[in-house]
């Protein structure tokens, strides 16, 4: 089992952030960009390599990102508006088949499942000054995914709100 930690100061220009294991050692930079269309996310090891690609589609009702790892599609990454709640659906492409998310997305409390087998948990640490998410991953071949799935969840949930702030402060 392995437990990533994801820890991102509140207000920062270019949402750069690390994912670190249980001792503080980075495994995962997260890059996002800073003024760019489309919006994207570079993923790269602790030496520095690429490994994933996330990039928001510009023109799109509701959120819509589109993942790459290693180069490859993996999966297309959306919100959903349902009758009484919003709903995340994710596409998997390429070799990522069966990826579904459960549980309560908003508060970043969920699971991550391929095939109907959990592959990762996400649980946010209360009581912070930075978003804490603890990230569990039960098969080292599945971690990048997760981290993946987790850095475009995180954005849809930072714009969504960002979106209510502008939209109350405009009333």
Do not use: C
Request: hydrophobic share 40%; net charge positive.
């Amino acid at each position: 089992m392995i437990r990533l930690h994801v820890s991102q100061r509140i207000f920062t220009l270019g949402e750069r952030f690390a994912v670190t294991d249980d001792a503080g050692r980075a495994r995962y930079f997260v890059d996002g960009s800073f003024l760019r269309i489309p919006k994207e996310f570079l993923i790269k090891e602790a030496d520095g390599g690429n490994v994933a690609r996330l990039w928001k589609t510009p023109i799109s009702l509701l959120p819509r990102y589109n993942l790459e790892i290693h180069g490859q599609p993996a999966a297309v990454i959306r919100q959903r508006l349902t009758l009484l709640r919003k709903h995340l659906e994710i596409t998997p492409v390429g070799g990522y088949k069966d990826l579904d998310v459960r549980g309560d997305i908003w508060n970043m409390d969920f699971d991550i499942y391929r095939g109907g087998r959990a592959i990762g948990h996400v649980g946010k640490r209360w009581l912070s000054i930075r978003d804490r998410y603890t990230i569990i991953v039960d098969d080292p071949r599945e971690e990048l995914i997760v981290v993946a799935i987790v850095v475009a969840i995180d954005h849809i949930k930072r714009q969504d709100a960002a979106a209510k702030t502008s939209a109350s402060s405009n009333s």
